[in-house]
């Protein structure tokens, strides 16, 4: 069975701080990852992906994560927290069977401080 | 226009009640999802159709039915609402459910209290 753990449910950063979401997963057979925003009262909104290839993912508002296979993760990182960065982050992958759906971490509130 | 649009986005009901959440996808997309998001934002799949057919059905009570009647809407029906059903529910739309690439897109949710 594949899993998401993310440390840590809530992180707060000064603005203009490095912003770093953890997230491991464990997984059978190679995975697909996922990162997904949700601001307050909205749906979840896709910020990056791995599927295969370049280990090192860009996504949008400046975000990326790396896949790490040796340490099984997927840590999402920012070099500079903005105040509009407040949201709930979310990290999942892909269950490997025929119905590839996803499987969501429990989140992590990210707080930006002034 | 919103890709990926729910009705109602809040839901105030009592106990023992039958409701219906809609949902409807304008990209064209041939999978649709239910989620349900708890009070600790924790968010778990329920059912997933493609193209109409029933492709996912996690273990939720049969009081939880959704339906397809086209690609394009995915509709979820609760009879007799629980406590515990109180929740947000998200509705959300993929092209592809068979390569597990494919990015998901979510709707705004459905806001369920159940007094």
């Known amino acids: 069975a594949q899993s998401v753990t993310q440390l840590g449910s809530h992180l707060s950063v000064s603005e203009g701080a490095l912003v770093l979401l953890r997230c491991n997963y464990s997984?059978?057979?190679?995975?697909?990852l996922f990162w997904y925003v949700q601001y307050p009262n909205q749906g979840l909104q896709l910020l990056l992906k791995y599927t295969t290839g370049a280990t090192l993912v860009k996504g949008i508002n400046g975000f990326e994560a790396e896949f790490k296979k040796s340490e099984t993760s997927f840590h999402l990182t920012k070099p500079s927290a903005h105040m509009s960065d407040a949201a709930e982050y979310f990290c999942a992958v892909t269950r490997m069977d025929s119905s590839y759906k996803l499987i969501f971490g429990s989140g992590t509130r990210l707080l930006v401080r002034p | 226009d919103t890709a990926v649009s729910q009705t109602p986005k809040y839901l105030v009901t009592q106990m023992g009640n039958d409701k219906s959440i809609k949902c409807e996808q304008n990209?064209?997309?041939?999978?649709m999802y239910w989620y349900k998001q708890d009070s600790k934002k924790f968010l778990k799949i329920m059912f997933s159709y493609n193209n109409k057919e029933l492709i996912i059905n996690e273990t939720v009570p049969n009081r939880f039915s959704p339906k397809s009647p086209d690609k394009a809407h995915l509709n979820l029906h609760i009879n007799s609402l629980e406590l515990g059903d109180s929740a947000v529910y998200f509705c959300?739309?993929?092209?592809?459910?068979?390569?597990?690439?494919?990015?998901?897109?979510f709707g705004p949710g459905t806001r369920l209290l159940v007094l």
């Open positions: 990209l064209g997309h041939d999978t």
């Open positions: 959300a739309s993929s092209q592809d459910s068979t390569s597990g690439v494919g990015t998901q897109y």
């Open positions: 997984s059978s057979v190679p995975p697909y």
